[in-house]
C-alpha cells in the first residue's frame, strides 16, 4: 500500500501492514497505471480492521517484518506518522489484507482479535486512489509527483 492512502481508505486505522511477499515485482520508474499496480499486487484481497495493543503490534512486526504505513522503525524505538512513540499498552487500529489475518505467510493475528472489522475495501484500491490523485502520466511520473527524482540507470 502506498504510504498515507491506507489513511483516506480507513480513516479509523493508524497503522497498516501487509507482506512483501505478495508484491510480485518492482514499480518501475516513469508512468504508473493501474495495470501497473495490479501487476504488482495481482490477488485480490479486502483489508480488514483489528485492534492490537502496541505490544501485540510490536510482537508481529518483529516476528513478520511487514511492509507498514503509519509507523516507523526509529534509532530510539517505533513512532506513530504523528510522531508519537509506540505505547506497548494502548490500542491501535491496524488495516491488513485478509489473507494475513487469515494466517497467510505465517501470520498469526487472529489470536490477538478474533472478530476483525472487514471494510470492503480491495487492498489494491488506496494506492490506486493515490495515483488517480497524483494525476501520474508520461509526462508526470510518480517520482516527479511525488517531488523525486527518478533514480540513475
Do not use: C, H
Not at 29 to 51: D, F, H, W
Not at 54 to 68: F, K, S, T, W
Not at 72 to 77: C, K, N, R, V, Y
Not at 80 to 95: C, E, K, M, T
Amino acid at each position: 500500500m502506498a504510504p498515507g492512502a491506507w489513511a483516506e481508505a480507513d480513516p479509523q486505522a493508524e497503522v497498516a501492514l501487509a507482506s512483501a511477499r505478495y508484491v510480485q515485482q518492482d514499480l518501475l520508474p516513469g508512468e504508473v497505471t493501474q495495470a501497473s499496480v495490479i501487476g504488482m499486487l495481482p490477488t485480490e484481497n479486502e483489508l480488514v480492521r483489528i485492534e492490537l495493543t502496541g505490544e501485540q503490534l510490536l510482537e508481529v512486526l518483529e516476528a513478520r517484518r511487514p511492509l507498514v504505513a503509519g509507523l516507523a522503525e526509529t534509532p530510539d524505538g517505533y513512532r506513530l506518522a504523528d510522531g508519537q512513540p509506540l505505547d506497548l499498552q494502548a490500542i491501535y487500529r491496524v488495516l491488513l489484507p485478509e489473507t494475513l489475518y487469515l494466517g497467510g505467510n505465517y501470520y498469526d493475528v487472529a489470536r490477538f482479535d478474533p472478530s476483525p472489522t472487514p471494510t470492503g475495501i480491495d487492498w489494491r484500491d488506496p494506492t490506486l486512489a493515490l495515483l488517480r490523485s497524483l494525476g501520474t502520466s508520461r509526462k508526470n511520473p510518480l517520482e516527479t509527483a511525488l517531488g523525486q527524482s527518478a533514480p540513475s540507470p
